[in-house]
């Protein structure tokens, strides 16, 4: 992989993350089931603790194309669903805008290694990176009132994941 496909796939896991996180979160019905049914809270972190240790154990499996995408997909799914069930439990608009805000992160990222002729790693990319931090927390200040301090965190806990 290079550095913009690396990126792809790591914006493409968060996406989905992302998607699990909202609907265990906004939709009322997902969320009371869950919360009722506290068997299902269990269950994903069996789910995911179990796809881990056999991925771990399979390194032919998950080091063959096109097999290491279907393992890297079992794994964002395990862990989107458990980290999906975790967040039915508490308020998590400021998981949900950390998620997002690294997303977007990343596909700039994405975007900027693939025009770009300066390696990433220089001080030019970390800064480019805090900049969209920056700029999407700004957006999300705008929209989102009262919620100052997590959105705060948000944005420092996306630029700290980025980093």
């Not at 690294?102 to 700039?108: E, L, P, Q």
């Not at 990176?129 to 927390?137: A, Q, T, W």
Request: glycine share 4%.
């Amino acid at each position: 992989f290079c550095v913009p496909q690396v990126f792809l796939v790591l914006t493409a896991q968060l996406l989905v993350t992302f998607a699990f996180v909202a609907v265990f979160t906004f939709v009322k019905e997902v969320r009371e089931y869950v919360q009722r049914n506290t068997w299902t809270y269990y269950l994903s972190y069996a789910i995911f603790f179990c796809s881990l240790i056999t991925l771990s154990c399979c390194g032919n499996f998950r080091r063959r194309h096109p097999w290491n995408l279907v393992a890297l997909s079992i794994l964002t799914l395990s862990l989107s669903y458990m980290v999906g069930m975790i967040a039915s439990f508490y308020d998590t608009e400021a998981v949900i805008m950390a998620i997002g805000i690294t997303a977007a992160v990343c596909f700039t990222v994405v975007l900027f290694s693939m025009q770009t002729k300066y390696d990433f790693t220089s001080c030019m990319g970390v800064l480019m990176v805090s900049l969209v931090v920056l700029i999407v927390f700004s957006i999300l200040c705008i929209f989102i009132r009262n919620k100052i301090l997590q959105i705060v965190y948000a944005a420092l806990g996306a630029l700290l994941f980025t980093c």
